[in-house]
């Protein structure tokens, strides 16, 4: 799969450490999401509300290693004077209750979209697995109830089982279950989540370290 690079500088610097893997595994995943999305989105015409951004409102990412390392990555490359202050622990938005990169003030809402975590990425879109490993979906709760309605059946927020799905939509939602354990499998030593702000000021100070032991300054 061809995939467009964010981070591609930052790759280029960590070149043949083991973080250079672990990012890169990363943004094969983080395009796997984004393929199966982009065909979820056009078969079953099933999208957010342009500019709805709610679910980000109250709610701050735990994030694995790996996901920070990326957002890390991405932050150093693509807005590296906001990297420098998290790395101090100094966040854009730290009166948020909720992810302190939540732009209230912008109709796009995420101020490191390319960099987000993988529930920023499922958020609207995914299935989960049941106990029995079938799929289930449930439209998302803030998904307005008057465009539910009107959708050909009308849906609520109930949960859908996999046969409803397909009888509804024509075709299944990527499954968070499924990347999160691949997920998981790109960093088993490193398992353990934590919070956003808790993690990123740490996973922005490694990797500067590594890419200037790597470059000799
Ligand atoms: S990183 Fe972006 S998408 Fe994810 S919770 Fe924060 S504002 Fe929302």
Same mark, same amino acid.
């Given at each position: 799969?061809?995939?467009?690079?964010?981070?591609?500088?930052?790759?280029?610097?960590?070149?043949?450490?083991?973080?250079?893997?672990?990012?890169?595994?990363?943004? !094969?995943?983080?395009?796997?999401?984004?393929?199966?999305?982009?065909?979820?989105?056009?078969?079953?015409?099933?999208?957010?509300?342009?500019?709805?951004?709610?679910?980000?409102?109250?709610?701050?990412?735990?994030?694995?290693?790996?996901?920070?390392?990326?957002?890390?990555?991405?932050?150093?490359?693509?807005?590296?004077?906001?990297?420098?202050?998290?790395?101090?622990?100094?966040?854009?938005?730290?009166?948020?209750?909720?992810?302190?990169?939540?732009?209230?003030?912008?109709?796009?809402?995420?101020?490191?979209?390319?960099?987000?975590?993988?529930?920023?990425?499922?958020?609207?879109?995914?299935?989960?697995?049941?106990?029995?490993?079938?799929?289930?979906?449930?439209?998302?709760?803030?998904? /307005?109830?008057?465009?539910?309605?009107?959708?050909? /059946?009308?849906?609520?927020?109930?949960?859908?089982?996999?046969?409803?799905?397909?009888?509804?939509?024509?075709?299944? /939602? /990527?499954?968070?279950?499924? !990347?999160?354990?691949?997920?998981?499998?790109?960093?088993?030593?490193?398992?353990?989540?934590?919070?956003?702000?808790?993690?990123?000021?740490?996973?922005?100070?490694?990797?500067?370290?590594?890419?200037?032991?790597?470059?000799?300054?």
């Amino acid at each position: 799969m061809e995939i467009d690079s964010d981070i591609s500088d930052i790759l280029t610097k960590l070149s043949g450490t083991r973080e250079e893997e672990i990012l890169r595994a990363m943004m !094969t995943l983080y395009a796997q999401i984004a393929q199966k999305q982009a065909v979820w989105y056009e078969k079953s015409g099933f999208t957010c509300p342009r500019g709805c951004g709610e679910c980000c409102r109250n709610f701050e990412p735990d994030l694995l290693e790996c996901e920070a390392d990326y957002m890390a990555a991405w932050l150093l490359e693509n807005k590296a004077d906001v990297a420098e202050k998290v790395s101090d622990g100094e966040f854009p938005f730290p009166e948020n209750k909720g992810c302190p990169f939540w732009n209230e003030n912008d109709d796009n809402h995420c101020s490191i979209y390319g960099g987000r975590a993988f529930v920023c990425r499922f958020f609207g879109a995914y299935g989960a697995k049941s106990k029995t490993g079938e799929l289930i979906f449930k439209p998302c709760k803030f998904y /307005p109830a008057e465009i539910l309605s009107s959708h050909k /059946p009308p849906l609520s927020h109930r949960q859908y089982s996999e046969g409803e799905v397909r009888k509804i939509f024509g075709i299944l /939602p /990527p499954i968070s279950t499924d !990347t999160m354990e691949k997920a998981i499998s790109i960093n088993p030593d490193n398992i353990e989540t934590k919070m956003l702000r808790e993690i990123l000021p740490k996973s922005i100070q490694r990797i500067r370290w590594i890419c200037s032991m790597a470059s000799g300054n």
